[in-house]
């Protein structure tokens, strides 16, 4: 039996600085047997695209989150990993969606990249990031945009 949780969340928004946090979940995922789980949380996403479910509600927004999930997936599977589960959510605040999972669904760790925000746009903006950190229900693994994993 590991001690390492088996299933592991990765908070994505497809960019830069969350490329280290898939490899870091990739990696982890290798040595410990773990399934990732891929999430996208945007706001502009309709339900049915969010839930896989086509229908007249799809926007552009989901399809174009989709198609981030399904590279994300591979990229995570071509550096060794498993990818147990993929997921659009629907929501205009990301911290908040991804904290809920982490309460509702069986994590036990939630890997986040981090755009290392200056301390005044922190003061503006807050930082999803230090959210999770603060308010999840497992441990959260957060990757600077410029760690090398």
């Known amino acids: 039996m590991s001690m390492f949780?088996?299933?592991?969340?990765?908070?994505?928004?497809?960019?830069?600085?969350?490329a280290p946090a898939l490899r870091a979940a990739a990696d982890l995922s290798a040595k410990t047997n773990s399934g990732v789980q891929v999430i996208y949380v945007g706001k502009g996403v309709?339900?049915?695209?969010?839930?896989?479910?086509?229908?007249?509600?799809d926007s552009e927004a989901s399809?174009?989150?989709?198609?981030?999930l399904d590279e994300q997936a591979k990229q995570i599977e071509e550096l060794g990993g498993k990818v147990a589960k993929t997921q659009v959510v629907p929501g205009k605040k990301p911290a908040q969606e991804i904290v809920k999972l982490t309460r509702d669904e069986d994590i036990g760790l939630v890997v986040i990249g981090s755009r290392g925000l200056g301390r005044i746009r922190y003061a503006i903006q807050g930082s999803v990031s230090s959210t999770v950190v603060r308010e999840a229900y497992c441990p959260v693994l957060v990757v600077h945009g410029d760690a090398d994993v």
Request: charged fraction near 15%; hydrophobic fraction near 30%.
């Open 46 to 57: 309709s339900a049915p695209g969010a839930y896989d479910n086509p229908g007249r509600g």
């Open 63 to 68: 399809d174009n989150a989709r198609g981030l």
């Open 5 to 18: 949780p088996t299933n592991i969340l990765l908070a994505t928004d497809g960019s830069a600085s969350a």
